[in-house]
């Protein structure tokens, strides 16, 4: 079945837009005459992300709803209105033949709206927990797509339109060839050695920096090497402690600010410490990437945990608590981890049997069944 026009929707962050964009450039790829819509707002990441990525954007003002009695939700309830009357004009204009929606407040007006005109409609859930607009959505969508077996308890109610595919970044991060010579060419690190990769996202986690940063001196003469990104924004703070506290900092620890090439740079890496983000875990369940996973306490209800918890109730994964996190705890779970190298291929080969290498193709087919 050939599809030649779709709206996508999905903003904030970017665990809503990448997938989104995965499955686009999965489209795009089967059919070259393929045409597409992105509707986010100015606000999110979406409106500078989407643009680049040389894909129509339009943009409508919609806010989250509060958790808590506010009066701040009558405007959204007012926003609700207004950006679902713009979204059915923005609809009717490109005359999509479906729309996808991958998460964010920005989703329940333009796929409410596109289900009101009769367009065949989609949405993914990446987390292990449904967020508030995909819950709402779901009772109006044709079908729910979910990354995580774990979430179909919450769509109950409509469990007969929910279908497990997996993350699309999953799928597309296979695309990337390894590059054996990685390492001694962006880090002056052995190809050789075993590596840790510690990251706290794009922007960096503060917690993560610090027991990383903290834990620097203790990695020289490791039997391994040591990555540690800190976000652009957090970059300079660190190098300025380091050297403040007249911390030295071995051969085998590369401090950098960003990782523009993360999936390739995935194929090098023995062990990773990070947030548990479900695009992240997407990339590393496919990859068959063992980790230490951190979850962040300050998203809602507490998503990034459960997330965890799916790995690490499947042997494919540890996790340390924030609040339990310190350079003792980091070194010493590395040393256990990535020193004793039959657990961690054993872990590997767990966290390969969660990936999902065919996710975007599975999300196709369930297009293709409405």
């Not at 665990?15 to 686009?24: S, V």
């Not at 050789?192 to 990383?212: D, E, W, Y």
């Not at 459960?306 to 310190?326: F, G, P, R």
């Amino acid at each position: 079945m050939k599809i030649n026009r779709i709206i996508l929707s999905g903003g904030g962050t970017g665990g809503h837009i990448y997938p989104a964009l995965a499955i686009y450039n999965r489209m795009k790829e089967l059919n070259p005459d393929l045409e597409c819509l992105y509707i986010g707002t100015d606000k999110g990441l979406e409106a500078s992300i989407v643009p680049n990525a040389n894909i129509d954007f339009k943009s409508i003002e919609i806010s989250g709803l509060k958790r808590s009695l506010s009066l701040d939700n009558i405007k959204v309830a007012w926003q609700m209105l207004t950006s679902t009357q713009k979204a059915k004009k923005l609809i009717k204009e490109f005359q999509p033949e479906l729309v996808i929606g991958t998460g964010g407040f920005v989703c329940a007006p333009v796929l409410y709206g596109a289900t009101q005109l009769g367009i065949p409609t989609l949405i993914h859930e990446q987390n292990s927990v449904a967020g508030v607009t995909n819950k709402f959505l779901s009772r109006f969508v044709d079908k729910v797509a979910t990354s995580f077996y774990e979430v179909e308890n919450d769509f109950a109610k409509v469990s007969h339109k929910v279908a497990f595919t997996g993350n699309p970044r999953g799928q597309e991060v296979t695309n990337y060839a390894k590059d054996e010579h990685i390492l001694s060419k962006n880090y002056d690190f052995n190809d050789q050695l075993p590596t840790v990769l510690i990251f706290g996202g794009s922007r960096g986690a503060p917690a993560i920096n610090k027991a990383a940063v903290e834990s620097i001196e203790a990695f020289a003469n490791k039997e391994y090497q040591v990555i540690i990104g800190t976000g652009s924004v957090h970059h300079s703070e660190w190098m300025t402690y380091i050297q403040e506290n007249q911390i030295k900092v071995p051969n085998n620890v590369k401090i950098v600010p960003y990782i523009d090439n993360m999936p390739a740079l995935f194929q090098s890496i023995d062990l990773v410490v990070c947030r548990s983000g479900a695009t992240t875990l997407a990339e590393l369940t496919t990859l068959g990437l063992p980790s230490i996973l951190i979850p962040s306490p300050y998203v809602t209800n507490n998503h990034q945990e459960m997330n965890a918890m799916a790995l690490v109730n499947n042997q494919a994964a540890e996790m340390i608590k924030e609040s339990q996190l310190d350079s003792s705890q980091l070194v010493h779970t590395i040393d256990r981890m990535i020193l004793d190298q039959k657990a961690l291929n054993k872990m590997a080969e767990n966290a390969k049997k969660l990936g999902t290498p065919h996710a975007i193709d599975d999300i196709i087919k369930l297009v293709e069944s409405i």
